[in-house]
């Protein structure tokens, strides 16, 4: 087994280089391209390189005006849509550093992001978020001015900052384009560790031109002039924002959507060729091609072609496909693929896959139905990217071989450990976290454990953090949610769960002792808990709890459902090993109905 | 605590750490049971969450039932009192409990009050540990440590323990004790130990630095 494996030779990035010149570049030599799609009610309205240089630069003059200076950091919380990207671009362009805040965070979250990152000014997508923002108004005093994307009333939209911008020459902006090198910042995105408050992650503009330009290389020759791309997920979410820089380098224009619920719709108005998703949003794309099929007496058809599938795309990447499996191919691609590829807009050719593991049978199944998906790994502090599966070099069941100019090492513990241009140089205002991530000979520790074979691809076995990552690929740390839930005086235990599901839940065993007098009060005496699960005022109360430890935390990490368990947990079940640690593992196993039916399973 | 000073129980002993202060070490009492019961309630959540991973905020008197029991020859505990301090509190507990799979085996796990961390008190309270799991046949310690204990890891390692991933967070550890029978230096095998308990000591406590 081999310990390191390293991307092809990095031709580097310019000595002036910054994220601003794709869409500069654009701009002189195609300026009349469309770089964007924007959803107008049903229409889609078309954004070309010189229109969108031109909003971009408008509302940097307002940010330039209201006094932003290069280097200091504006708050961006919005979900994904247009107006993400021009605010993105127009602050770096403004020479200052985006701060992304997911659109999602509890008050608690985004005091803390303002205040540590010392935002200046917060953009905010609309009236809801601009009331959260002025409930945490006073904790950040830094944070002096605030415009909405979607403003009612009298309060500041964008336009007001373009008004404002006007009297601030053109040439202010070009010259802090100009001034921007790779050393600086471009952004600071907060991920959270398994304790304490979330860290800033700096992101330079090197790390992330570094990582478009690795990325280019390994997949860059698979774009096509009509390609097309589609953003889903959370623009704070590096797998989307190094998707939407890579489309901006490429030139590959790109739709917005945050409505993940109307996803099959919003997919087949854009009809995407390149998209980038979370594992979650393939298996439900099969899913319901697969329910659909079944309700519909089609189902052994369906499954057949499934198998099919997966058989013909092993046999093709083994180089030999068999007679008979090619002649079952050509049929299924007219009875089935085809339809599958209408479900994801019919034209979808380059699917990535981030953010958790994809299963090694859905990739040949994708494959086999005509979408070969991609998958990579990375981290927030890599820019993202540092594998990636590719056309040539594509291994179902790996993250890909590692990207130019970056070498994967594996510890003797297993930990993957990484070097290279797309490598954070660490997290603001916190040496004490980068020092535990970057070690004195230079190399990020991911925290993830994993193997490489020896062709160099990499496989993510394991986990060094105590980090739950959801289905929608957020990380999610499980201790300070349990040590809220224990703070209930009638809560003994409290397991959080959601690793790859699509949101996070907990188990939760009552205290005996406390248990006999709450069960008193409430006309239940003599009763055990076990009795007492679903009682709904034992629920209530719990509920409460979890309501609480649920302030602490985004909505995307909050605990939506619960179950109580009807003992506690047992040494004699190894749910606790004899010294009394719990094993989470056993007790998900034990748990597995509960679990299911958590999740509709 | 009047019965530490009788020092009536056989496996007592007076150990002078290397700071010049004195602790006294010896096997758990039925009589300690408050005692551990309240000075869980002193350490800190740091410190609960790296010895228990899901730590209870107190304990119960079904885990204290459980924790008091080492009577006979699976389950062994030794608990260290800081002599020299008001009221000689208890400061620190060493268990091991045998593997019900394996009977050579044994899961070990220690605690140290935060403020009595990295003084060597989780070193001296694994000698023994590991005297006593020697003399019941116990030839490995296994152990669930946390990954974020990076120097414990390090220092196990280098000590020879086996360590690999378990489930997220926690890594698996097993560490051979020679046999009683080897013909093996003790001093050697006091030194090995010491180092094994001396990053025992600096992973549990987690916040060593005084």
Known sequence: MTTEASGPEFVGIAADANLLQSLQHLVATDPDRVIAVARRGDDLVDWTAKQTAEQVRAVAKGLVARGVEPGERVALMSHTRLEWMLADLAIMSAGAVTVPVYETSSAEQLAWILEDSGAVVAIVENDDLRALLDTVRDRAPSCRDAFTIEPTGDVP????????????????????????????????????????????????????????????????????????????????????????????????????????????????????????????????????????????????????????????????????????????????????????????????????????????????????????????????????????????????????????????????????????????????????????????????????????????????????????????????????????????????????????????????????????????????????????????????????????????????????????????????????????????????????????????? | MAEITEVSVPDAEVVTLADGGRILVRSLLPSDRDELAERYLELSPEARRLRFFNAPDHLSERLLDYLMDVDGPDRCAVVAFAIDDDGTPGVGVARYVRSREDPDCAEAAVTVLDRYQNRGIATTLLHQLADHARADGISTFTASVMWENRKLLDGLRAFGAEVAPSEPGVASVRIALPAPDVVLPETDLRRALRIFAARVDEMIGLRFER
């Open chain 1, 157 to 601: 939209g964008l336009d007001r900052l373009v008004e404002l911008g006007a009297q601030v020459a053109d040439e202010d902006i070009d010259r802090r384009i100009a001034a921007l090198g790779p050393a600086d910042l471009a952004t600071i995105i907060y991920t959270s560790g398994t304790t304490g408050r979330p860290k800033g992650c700096m992101l330079t503009h090197r790390n992330l031109c570094a990582n478009v330009a690795q990325v280019v290389d390994a997949i860059g020759g698979e774009i096509v002039p009509d390609d097309r791309g589609l953003l889903f997920l959370p623009l704070a979410h590096s797998l989307t924002k190094g998707t939407l820089l890579f489309c901006l380098e490429t030139g590959v224009p790109v739709g917005f959507t945050s409505d993940i619920a109307h996803l099959p719709e919003e997919l087949a108005v854009v009809r995407p060729s390149v998209i980038a998703a979370v594992p979650r949003i393939f298996e439900k794309v099969h899913n319901s091609a697969h329910h659909n099929a079944h309700s519909t007496r089609k189902g052994p058809i369906f499954d057949r072609a499934e198998s099919v599938a997966v058989r013909w795309s092993k046999e093709h990447h083994d180089d030999k496909v068999q007679p008979w499996t090619a002649a079952e191919h050509w049929v299924f691609e007219r009875l089935v693929y085809t339809k599958l590829r209408q479900a994801l807009g019919g034209e979808m050719r380059l699917a990535f896959s981030g953010g958790g593991p994809l299963g090694v049978r859905l990739t040949h199944f994708f494959d086999g139905a005509g979408v070969c998906i991609y998958e990579g790994y990375g981290l927030t502090e890599t820019s993202p990217t540092l594998t990636i599966n590719r056309p040539g070099a594509w291994r179902p069941g790996s993250v890909g071989r590692p990207v130019a100019g970056t070498t994967i090492r594996i510890a003797d513990d297993g930990e993957i450990l990484a070097k290279g241009p797309q490598v954070f140089d660490g997290y603001w205002h916190n040496p004490t976290a980068t020092a535990e991530v970057i070690d004195d000979d230079g190399w990020f520790h991911t925290g993830d454990i994993g193997k490489l074979d020896d062709q160099g691809f990499l496989r993510i076995t394991g986990r060094k953090k105590e980090l739950l990552v959801t289905a929608a690929g957020k990380n999610v740390a499980p201790a300070p949610l349990e040590d809220r839930l224990r703070a209930h005086p009638l809560v003994s235990q409290a397991v959080v769960l959601g690793d790859q599901r699509p949101f996070i839940a907990a188990l939760i065993t009552i205290d005996d002792e406390a248990f006999t007098g709450w069960a008193q009060e409430h006309g239940l005496a003599g009763a055990s808990v076990g009795d007492a699960v679903n009682h709904a005022e034992l629920r209530a109360t719990i509920a409460e709890a979890v309501a609480d430890a649920n302030t602490s935390v985004s909505r995307a990490e909050s605990i939506r459902e619960f179950v109580i368990l009807p003992r506690d947990l047992t040494i004699d079940a190894d749910e606790l090993t004899p010294t009394l640690k719990v094993r989470r593992a056993t007790v998900l196993s034990r748990y597995e109905a509960a679990i299911g039916s958590i999740y509709g399973a």
